[in-house]
C-alpha cells in the first residue's frame, strides 16, 4: 500500500501561498510607510531646528547692534552734559 502524502494539495495550497505573499507585501508597505514617516519627521525636525537658530541668530544680531549703539548714546550725552 502507498505511503499517504501529508499537506494541503492543489488550490488550497495554492490560495494559501498567494495569501502569504500579500500578507508579506503589505508587511513590507507598512515599514516602508514607517520609514517614510520617520525621513519626513527628521526633516521637519531638521527644518524646525534651522528656523529656530535663525531666530536665536537674529536675536543675537539685534542685540549686538543696541549694544554697539549704547556706547554712542552714552558718548553723546557725555559730550552734550560737558558743555
Known sequence: MPKRKRGIKGDAASRREAIRKRERRV???????????LWHNMAR???????KNQVIADCQ????V????EPKKQKNKE???WQ
Do not use: L, S
Request: hydrophobic letters at 15%; proline letters at 0%.
Open 45 to 51: 525636525t531638521e527644518e524646525r531646528k534651522k528656523q
Open 27 to 37: 508587511v513590507e508597505t507598512e515599514e516602508e510607510a514607517a520609514d517614510c514617516q
Open 79 to 81: 559730550i552734550d552734559d
Open 61 to 64: 544680531t539685534w542685540h549686538n
Open 66 to 69: 543696541g549694544r554697539r549703539e
